[in-house]
Structure formats: structure tokens, C-alpha cells
């Protein structure tokens, strides 16, 4: 506060040995930058790696893994924790006692990763999941995935006369592609998407699971009267909503419409089936069935709050049961439904269902040791590991099949008959890894979320949604896909 | 004061300014390189495309939207925090009755159990603080809800961040909340120095608290002010709106982009959509606003400096 | 100059006695009375602000010892029982310890260097006229307001080529630069603010430059040294950005890379007193280091306004 001189710090004049000093000046900034230029440019990041060599193939090791190569692994570090992984990792371990394995678990994939992509160094398996989830349209296109057919052609790790691609869930290997034949991703979780209830509840009201929206309707009637709210859903993130929704839309309108939403077809949220579903939906908010305050969840906080019995169903994905494990209360008896049609008419009957892979796993185009990384993946799909993994965080997997002899979680047990029940009709709509901005910030929370908590109309979100997917389809600067 | 000056002034500049160019300027003039590029961020292929980015950053509606939620964080959120730090630094140090035999101008009672309480948030990682708030919002079963069921007021349930009317005004409330009792200290400790003679003057001449503080108080705090003003202003528009927005909000940045800023625009096009081009884009765009926030406040706020 | 101590006991206060101190000049008894509303007034908000600071601190702290679902379905109410396997669920979960001691030696060494180095160009940009000047200060003050996120990719190269990655010594010189910004800003105001007739005299009588600097300018400058040393040791010791990403070696993790590792898996788990302990873990020593040395802090920062 003080009064003082030193503000005269303008420019006093500039006289000859001041430019000199101002050279000098610029100097002290562009000496270490020109020393630098050269070496950190990220354009230059090339194939500067030494791969390792591939080892012979024998029919233990039909990747032709190199038994002295290290391998290394990062991993999401999410709900599913990082044990099962840890179980893996030991395997290789000993099958290749040579091997230094370096494994890692961070919830940053991009953060940590971006920059080894960058330099051409990447880690040789990674578990590419979470809120930073690296954009796999980007990767693919700018050849950064290594294919995995020779994963999928090798012999599986339980019976050599199997290849590992026949050991595997229906729909696994075509999600893990883009255009053509290559297969970039291996999801190793497999999760069943839809409503998710407490039977107990459900015995408690009297009631069954509906198989209609009159008979929805009337259920949540029921539980109104008892104070029981009929839903709830994460208000903060509603692109839950889609997980019981968008099969619903299947289920009443046939998979052509789910395929053109995905294709990002002009007029495709205009067909009558999204109307009605949506509408359904609405009705549920008009009647006062949604809990008191959803809008203003988050995911655990309205999974806590439906486990409480405060609220009867919940759109979700089969990670409930392991995320709400501690407030999921013993006598619950968890369930999961597909979702409830609008009517007889609906095209696909009950039962219709949305199941798909969840962690994708890739391996990178240049990765030191991409047979090392396969061959780690081929013992995470052995029945074994795919065992390990179910009975830890009670989530089932790609291999098809993995659940005898290990005793099934309720959940779990609702999971596997609903994909019984649903036979061959099992959808698998892709917004949510083609375009992820339209699916999440879009259609979730600026439309469902704007919908659900009342703010707009059932015809006003088709006609904001519409706008996002044409805004979407013309966008240069994403990568377009279509269903084959 | 000439001689071996500049052999000094390269001395001490030398150190600073290489490890600041070295790790600071240097990557941010690559990363603004970026933005003229089509650079994705997850490979090391790009090629120039010149200004298109900055072209389709003029036809976004989502970075107008974030472009005004900063804004108003940079306006209102050091006006709130830096008039409420003010009055409490004032209550505290000049507030209290005056007693006889005591000194001609004091604290309130308790003044520096304030002090020590007051600072408190400001040692809390500013993502602890949104998560605790995040818990406090929720509308279910939150504390603040829940506190106003239990007063009686069940019938005023607000949604809070899941409003959009609201949404902002909440993350805002959490940064004031945060970072006033550091300006309460910063101010307190520039108050207790200015000499009490002149405090004496001003009551001797009949004036009471309040043009007390007009007219001693303030002016001879100006400069600290306006030094917290400026800070804070970058904090809203930087770093803490990133940490609270994206841990509190709907989506985040909801619902219905009632919340995103900028910051955490750019970091949702770097992270999330592998559009890292065009995300530098944005940071240059934010760097431009801050600047000229910095130079606005600077600006308005020069005067005379007064002498004591 | 202290004026701040009240904690000496105040003879019964009658209003009588306040007026006749009060008004000194002819007290209007109307003037009185709005002194008083306006006291009332004034010290609720104290009193309510006090309690709206200490409120969520102390809920954080009875929340740790909660177990998941009492803290959703009763938020208020005191636990049933201590639940103390938060505490050691966090604690071995997130390895709080060695987690504690990285991040006091990161911050530690920045905090020196940024005061050192924050100090010298600080002096030499407000005390020295010469050509670029502006050019400097405005340099670093331009590096208070670009994203930092932004320049992580090239950073992590410039680290890496000077084979610093992962390694406590590089971080700290990561974390001085991005801290230089700020304190140059702060301490070139406050340099400027010094009275010059000291250092004036000092090198009339035979110092150098350097000497004047560190025998004279520094001590006075020592309460400027302290506020912006505040300031960076909060920003230093909250820094999560950066560690993230250079330092991805889980051994010498900071203390905020365990706290957000416990953050997310909330958001995963559902661990809601298990972040809450860790995050009361967190908190505890930095609160309880403030309170011991908050005489110190304010001290310093009171003789900084004094000169």
C-alpha cells in the first residue's frame, strides 16, 4: 500500500545497448526451445520402437510368444476392481517364467495414455474403459489397434481343437469391428441391460413384472398407494434411461428402427415407435411414479436410494449388483426384466433384451510385444479366468458359458434366464460407443434427462434428439459407421 | 544504480525464466500449434487445415453457452466472494465495540477463532470440496434437504443441481464457500496494519462504521484487492470451475448445458471425444478471455495510490 | 500492529458506556440504535458463516465412521457405532502413508525453489527498467490462464527427453514452473509496494546487486514470501493434473493421485465411507498443521502490510 517509486518501469527510452539486450533477451527463451524442437515434436513419433521378436509357435504357445519379452498391461481400474486381472497376470506369469510382467490400474486411461500413443511406445494390452475412455473410432482410423484374428484363430486355451473365436458369446466378435473384417476389440465383460427390481418387492405388492404399460402403469398405481415410488433412474447421468428404453423401442417397433437411429438416418427418432415409448415414458413422470428428487442423483446415489425400496425399478446394466453390493439389502432377491412393451401389437415379442460386451480391451499397433498381449487375453477367456472373474464381481463374460459349478449371485442367476428367454432376440444398439458426445450430453441429458424430469415434452425431445443425430451425421469431424 | 546492472538482471532472470520456457511456454505454443491442425490426440499423425478449427468454434453453440457460464463465473464470483471476505475481515478486525481502557478500534468478540475457522475450506483439495457437495445436493436424501424436512419446511424440496435454473448458482455457491476464507485473512492482515490514527480521525469527525470503511478501509486495501480479484477471476474461469463442474454436474456440464464452462468444454473435446485439436482451439480461446479479464480489472481498478 | 486480540475481559458493557466511548461528537440516540441493529446483524453472519464452514467438515468427519447405507438413509443422525474399517480400508487401499511422505517432499522442494526463483525474477521485473520488461511479466502472467490440461502431451515429452520422468526431482521442477506464473504476479506487486530508499542507501554504501537483494530485499519482503508461499503450498499440494500424468510410477504416487484413485471407485463401489475416511485422512493434518501455525501465518501476513 505503500506509495513508492518503482512504477516507472515503462519503456524510459530504448537506446542502442538496450536492443542488445533485448536480443539477449529472446535468446533466453529460444536457446532451450531450438534445443528442444527437435526432440520432442510430437509429429515425430514414428516406429523409433524395437519389437520384440516373436517366439516359436508351439501348441502351448500358439501366438508364438516371445518367453523373454516383457509385457505389459494397463487396466481400468473401475467396478470390476482389479483382482480378477491380478489372477490373470499370474498365469502368464507362470507359463512364462522368463517374463517380466508390468502391470498397472489407473481410472485415467486417456490422461496416462495419450502421450505413449503419441511417442509410439504404448503398453501391449489395455483395458480401454471409464469416463476416459479412449475414442476407438480415433484409434481405428488412425491405425493404432493391432487386429486380433490371430487371437480369435488360435486355439483356445481350455481345448486346442476350439478356436478361441467359437468359444465366444454370439454378437462378441462383430461389435469388436468397424468396417470389414478386422477385429480391433475384444469386450471381455458381458452385461445384460434392462429393469432392474427387487422380486421381494414386487411379491410384497401382489404384483408380477409387467409385460405391458398397462399393466407397468398399474403396478406403479399400486406402489404409489403403499408410497413406494415406481421408478427411479440416475438423474445426474440419464443416459441410463436408454438401457431399459432403446430395447423397448426394439421390442415395440423391430430392429430396424434401433439399426436407423444407429445409422443416424434422417427422420429416424420420428418413427412412431420411439413416439409411443417415449410417451410411455412421460406418462410415468405425469403420474408421479418417478421418486421424488431423481432429476438430482447420481448413479449410486439413485441406486441406493432403489435399494432402499424407496423406488421399484431402475433402468441399469448388470454392474449393479457388484457396484450396490453394500447397500443391496441380503432378503432383496435382485432381478432383471426385459423391458415392458407397450402391447400385443409390439413387433418382437417379451423377452427382447439388450446385451452386449462391456470392457473393451485392445491391443496396440505398436506395442512391444502384441503377441504377449493376445496370448494374456486368451487365458482371461479360458473358463477358468472367466470363472475367477464371475464369481469375483458377479458380472458374467465373453466366454460363452462359465457359469456351472460356481454358485450364481441372484442377480446373476435373473441375468442368465433373461438371456434364456430371449433366445436369438438380443439388440445391441451402438450410439453409445459410435458417438458417444450424441449418446451421453445429447440424447441423454439434454433430451431423456430434460424429458424425464418434466421440462419438455415427449414431442419436443424427439425434435431436439432429431436435431442433435442430423447435426451429428453431418459432422465431418467424427467418424461415421453403419450396421453391416 | 548502473553498474553490472544487466549482468544482474540475467542472472536472476536466467533460472526462472528457462524452467518457466522450458515447461510452461514451450508446450503451450505446441499446444497452440495444435489448434491449427486436425491432431485427434491419440496418434502422432496430423496434418494443418489452418483456421478451420477456429471457424467451426465460431458455429458451435456449446462453446457459446460455455463462453457465457464463464463469464459469469469470472463477474460474479469474485464480486460475491471478495465483497463477503471483505465485511467479515472488517467485523472482525474493526467491527468490535469499542471498550474503555481498550484500543480505539478492535475486533468483534472471537475475532481470531473466525480467523482459524474461516480458513478452513481453503486447505481442502477443491475436489474433496465438490464431492462433499455433490453428497449435500442430492435431493433425496442429502443434508440440505434433509435439514429443511426437518425444520419443517418437506414442502420445499428443490432439486438443486439437477435444476437448471439452479444447477449454476449451486457449483457457484461451493467455490465462494471455498476459497472466502483465504480473502478473509489476506484482507485481515492488510486492515490490522493500516495505523489506528487514522481510525481515530475518521470517529472524531462522526463517522460510523460503515463510511469508516468506505473511506479508510477500502482505499488503503485497494491494491491486495485488487490482486485477490484477478486471482480469483482465473480461478473461476480455470482450474476450480473444471474440478467442481465436473464432479458436481449432471452429465456433467448439465442438466441441458446449464453448467458447462469452457474448462471443462475442453477438456470433454480432448478426453472424451479424441478431438484434441480442436480442444487447444478452445483453451486459445479461453486464454484470450482471461487475459482480458486480467487487463479489464487492472485497468478499472488503477488509481492514485494513497500514501500513509 | 496487532489490533485483533479481544480476549481480554471486557468490563460489564452497559449501553451507557458504549455511547459516551461511541459518539465521541454529540451522540445522537438514533445512531446508536442503528449500531446496535447493525452489530446484531454483523455477528449472526460471523456466527452463521463459522457454522456453515465447520458444518460439512464435521458431518465429513462423523460420515467416516458411518456405514454405507445409514449414511443415505439417515445423514444426520450419529453412527450407530465407530465403524473404524473405513478408516483401515482407505488407509490400505489407497496407502496413505507413503503416499504422504511423496507429496510432502514434492511439495516441499517446490515450494523453496518457486519462493527462490518466484523471488528473483519477481525483484528484478518491479525493481530494474530494462527493455523487455513488460515482455517477461506479461509472459508469465499469461501462463496463469491457459488450461494446463492442454499442454500435458508436449510436457510429458519435454520430461521425458530430460529423463525425468517419474522421478520426485523432476516433478518438483514441473510443479516451480507452473507455479512461477502466480508468484511472479504477487510478488512483483509486492516488490513494487517495498519502499526503495533502503536498497537505494545499500548500494550507495557498496553492495551489489545480489547482496542487496538477499541481505535487504528478501527480509523485507519475507511476510509477501509468506502469503504467496500459502498460496502455492495449497496449490502444490492439491496439484493433480500433473503428477497424473508424470508421474505414473505407483510407488512415488501423491497424496491427491490416492484421494482421486478413492474418488472414482466410489463412483464404481459405491464406497461411501471408505472416501469419506480418506478424504478425513486427507484433510486432518493439513488442518491440524493450520491451526498450529496459524499464528505464524497471519503474523507474517499482518507484518507484510505493515513493512
Redesign the interface.
Known amino acids: ?12 527510452g ?1 537506446g542502442r545497448r ?2 542488445i ?2 536480443s ?3 535468446g ?2 529460444s536457446v ?2 531450438m534445443s ?1 524442437l527437435s ?8 516406429d523409433s520402437t524395437s519389437k520384440a521378436k516373436a517366439g516359436k509357435k508351439t501348441a502351448k504357445n500358439p501366438l508364438g510368444v516371445n518367453d523373454t519379452a516383457g509385457m505389459e498391461f494397463v487396466l481400468f ?3 470390476f ?1 482389479k483382482e480378477y486381472a491380478q489372477d490373470a497376470v499370474k498365469i502368464y506369469q507362470t507359463n512364462f517364467p522368463k517374463v517380466k510382467v508390468k502391470f ?1 490400474a ?3 486411461i ?3 495414455l ?2 505413449r ?4 511406445t504404448p503398453p501391449d494390452l489395455i483395458d480401454n474403459s471409464g ?5 476407438m ?3 481405428v482410423g ?3 489397434l493391432a487386429d486380433l484374428t490371430p487371437l480369435l484363430d488360435a486355439p483356445s486355451y481350455d481345448d486346442p481343437s476350439k478356436k478361441v473365436r467359437d468359444t465366444l458369446r454370439p454378437g462378441i466378435v462383430e461389435m469388436g469391428q468397424f468396417d470389414g473384417n478386422p477385429v480391433w476389440i475384444m469386450y471381455y465383460a458381458y452385461t445384460v441391460y434392462g429393469v432392474w427390481y427387487s422380486q421381494k418387492a414386487l411379491d410384497s405388492l401382489d404384483a408380477q413384472y409387467p409385460k405391458t404399460w398397462d399393466e407397468m402403469l398399474a403396478v406403479c398405481e399400486k406402489a404409489k398407494k403403499k408410497g413406494i415410488a415406481g421408478w427411479t433412474y440416475a ?4 443416459y441410463y434411461i436408454p438401457f431399459s428404453l432403446y430395447p423397448m423401442i426394439g421390442k415395440v417397433g423391430g430392429r430396424e428402427v434401433l439399426d436407423a437411429i444407429d445409422n443416424l438416418e434422417p427422420n429416424a427418432w420420428k418413427h412412431p415407435a420411439v413416439k409411443a415409448c417415449f410417451e410411455a415414458y412421460y406418462e410415468l413422470y405425469k403420474k408421479g411414479y418417478i ?15 432403489w ?2 425400496g ?1 423406488a421399484l425399478f431402475i433402468p441399469n446394466g448388470s454392474w449393479v449388483e ?6 443391496i439389502p441380503a432378503d432383496f432377491n435382485l432381478a432383471v426384466s426385459a423391458p415392458t412393451g407397450i402391447d400385443s401389437s409390439d413387433k418382437m415379442p417379451f423377452g427382447t433384451i439388450w446385451a452386449s460386451g462391456g470392457e473393451p480391451f485392445i491391443v496396440p499397433a505398436k506395442a512391444a510385444n502384441p503377441e504377449g498381449g493376445m496370448e494374456q487375453l486368451r487365458i482371461m477367456l479360458s473358463e477358468a479366468s472367466s470363472k475367477n472373474f464371475t464369481t469375483k464381481v458377479k458380472s458374467l463374460t465373453a466366454f460363452n458359458g462359465g457359469t456351472s459349478g460356481i454358485s450364481l449371485t441372484p442377480g446373476l442367476k435373473s441375468g442368465v434366464a433373461a438371456l434364456k428367454l430371449a433366445g436369438d432376440n438380443v439388440l445391441n444398439p451402438r450410439l453409445q460407443d459410435w458417438y ?2 450424441l449418446q ?2 445429447q440424447i ?3 433430451g431423456l ?2 424429458m424425464m ?1 418434466g ?1 419438455s415434452t415427449p414431442a419436443e425431445a424427439i425434435k431436439k434428439i432429431q436435431g442433435f443425430a442430423d447435426a451429428a451425421a453431418k459432422d465431418t ?2 467418424k461415421h459407421y453403419k450396421h453391416q | 544504480m548502473q553498474h553490472g546492472k544487466y549482468r544482474f538482471i540475467v542472472g536472476f532472470l536466467a533460472l526462472p525464466l528457462g524452467l518457466y520456457a522450458l515447461f510452461v511456454v514451450w508446450p503451450f505454443i505446441q499446444s497452440i500449434y495444435y489448434s491449427f491442425t486436425d491432431w485427434t490426440g491419440l496418434s502422432p499423425e496430423f496434418k494443418m487445415v489452418g483456421f478451420d478449427n477456429y471457424k467451426r468454434m465460431l458455429d458451435d453453440e456449446i462453446f457459446w453457452k460455455s463462453l457465457q457460464h464463464s463469464l459469469l463465473f469470472a463477474l460474479v464470483l469474485p464480486v460475491v466472494t471478495i465483497s463477503l471476505a471483505l465485511f467479515f475481515a472488517f467485523m472482525i478486525n474493526v467491527g468490535g465495540r469499542r471498550r474503555r481502557g481498550g484500543p480505539v478500534i478492535s475486533g468483534v468478540r472471537g475475532s481470531s477463532f473466525y480467523k482459524i475457522v474461516y480458513f478452513f475450506p481453503q486447505v481442502l483439495s477443491i475436489a474433496i470440496v465438490a464431492l462433499l457437495f455433490a453428497f449435500a445436493y442430492n435431493p433425496d436424501s442429502g443434508a440440505i434437504n434433509s435439514l429443511l424436512r426437518g425444520i419443517g419446511l418437506g414442502s420445499v424440496q428443490p432439486l438443486w443441481l439437477g435444476d437448471p435454473s439452479l444447477a449454476l448458482w449451486c457449483v457457484m455457491a461451493v467455490l465462494v464457500w471455498s476459497t472466502v476464507g483465504f480473502f478473509v485473512v489476506l484482507f485481515s492482515a492488510g486492515m490490522a496494519s493500516i495505523p489506528a490514527d487514522l481510525y481515530e480521525a475518521a470517529l472524531l469527525d462522526g463517522a460510523n462504521r460503515v463510511s469508516t470503511f468506505f473511506r479508510i478501509t477500502l482505499p488503503l486495501l485497494w491494491d491486495t484487492v485488487q490482486s485477490g480479484w484477478v486471482y480469483m477471476g482465473i480461478l473461476a474461469l480455470g482450474a476450480e470451475s473444471f474440478a467442481v463442474v465436473q464432479i458436481m454436474t449432471t452429465g456433467p456440464g448439465g442438466p441441458d448445458y446449464s453448467t458447462t464452462v469452457m474448462v471443462l468444454y475442453v477438456y470433454q473435446k480432448a478426453f472424451r471425444d479424441g478431438q484434441a485439436a480442436y480442444a487447444t482451439t478452445i483453451g486459445v480461446a479461453l486464454l484470450v478471455v482471461t487475459l482480458l479479464f486480467a487487463a479489464v480489472v487492472m485497468r478499472l481498478g488503477r488509481r492514485e495510490r494513497l500514501e500513509y | 500492529m496487532k489490533t485483533t486480540e479481544t480476549s481480554a475481559p471486557v468490563p460489564a458493557e452497559s449501553g451507557a458506556s458504549v455511547s459516551k466511548v461511541d459518539m465521541p461528537t454529540d451522540a445522537p440516540a438514533k445512531q446508536k440504535k442503528e449500531g446496535n441493529v447493525l452489530n446484531v446483524f454483523s455477528h449472526g453472519m460471523l456466527v452463521l458463516w463459522a457454522f456453515m464452514v465447520v458444518m460439512p467438515l464435521l458431518w465429513a468427519v462423523m460420515t467416516s465412521f458411518k456405514d454405507d447405507s445409514s449414511i443415505f438413509s439417515s445423514p444426520w443422525a450419529l453412527p450407530d457405532k465407530l465403524h473404524f474399517e473405513n478408516w483401515a480400508r482407505a488407509w490400505t487401499d489407497a496407502n496413505m502413508s507413503d503416499y504422504f511422505l511423496n507429496t510432502i517432499l514434492v511439495v516441499g522442494g517446490s515450494l523453496i525453489g518457486t519462493l527462490a526463483l518466484g523471488s528473483m525474477a519477481a525483484y528484478v521485473l518491479a525493481r530494474f527498467d530494462f527493455p523487455g520488461n513488460r515482455f517477461i511479466y506479461f509472459l508469465f502472467i499469461g501462463g496463469m490462464s491457459f488450461p494446463i490440461m492442454l499442454a500435458l502431451v508436449p510436457l510429458f515429452y519435454v520430461v521425458n527427453n530430460m529423463g525425468l520422468l517419474n522421478t520426485i526431482h523432476g516433478l518438483i521442477l514441473v510443479y516451480i514452473a507452473y507455479s512461477l506464473p502466480f508468484t511472479v504476479f504477487f510478488l512483483t506487486a509486492f516488490f513494487r509496494t517495498l519502499p526503495t530508499s533502503v536498497a537505494e542507501a545499500a548500494f550507495v554504501d557498496g553492495a551489489s546487486h545480489s547482496r542487496t537483494f538477499f541481505q535487504i530485499m528478501l527480509p523485507m519482503a519475507k511476510p509477501g514470501l509468506i502469503s504467496v508461499g500459502i498460496f502455492n503450498f495449497l496449490g502444490q499440494w492439491n496439484q493433480y493434473m500433473l503428477p497424473t500424468v508424470l508421474n505414473t510410477d505407483p510407488d512415488k504416487r501423491v497424496l491427491t493421485q490416492g484421494l482421486v484413485q478413492l474418488a472414482a471407485s466410489q463412483g464404481y463401489k459405491g464406497d461411501w465411507s471408505g472416501l469419506f475416511a480418506g478424504l478425513v485422512m486427507a484433510m486432518l493434518p493439513v488442518l491440524a498443521a493450520y491451526i498450529v501455525f496459524q499464528r505464524q501465518v497471519v503474523q507474517g501476513l499482518t507484518a507484510g502490510a505493515l513493512k
Not at chain 1, 526432440?39 to 514414428?46: D, E, H, L, P
Not at chain 1, 469416463?131 to 475414442?135: L, S
Request: charge should be positive; proline fraction near 4%; include cysteine.
Open positions: 500500500m505503500g506509495s513508492t517509486s518503482a512504477e516507472n518501469n515503462g519503456s524510459a530504448v538496450d536492443l539486450k533485448r539477449a533477451a529472446l533466453l527463451i532451450p526451445t528442444f526432440a520432442c515434436a510430437s509429429s515425430g513419433g514414428g481400474d473401475g467396478g476392481g498397472s489407473t481410472q485415467k486417456q490422461s496416462t495419450q502421450p500413443f503419441n511417442q509410439g469416463a476416459e475412455q479412449m475414442d473410432g480415433v484409434l488412425k491405425k493404432q438423474g445426474k447421468y440419464p421418486l421424488k428428487g431423481t432429476p438430482g442423483l447420481d448413479h449410486i446415489q439413485s441406486q441406493t436410494a435399494a432402499k424407496k457388484n457396484e450396490s453390493a453394500n447397500v458417444v458426445q451421453k450430453e441423454g441429458v439434454a434427462g430434460e424430469a421440462r469431424s467424427i
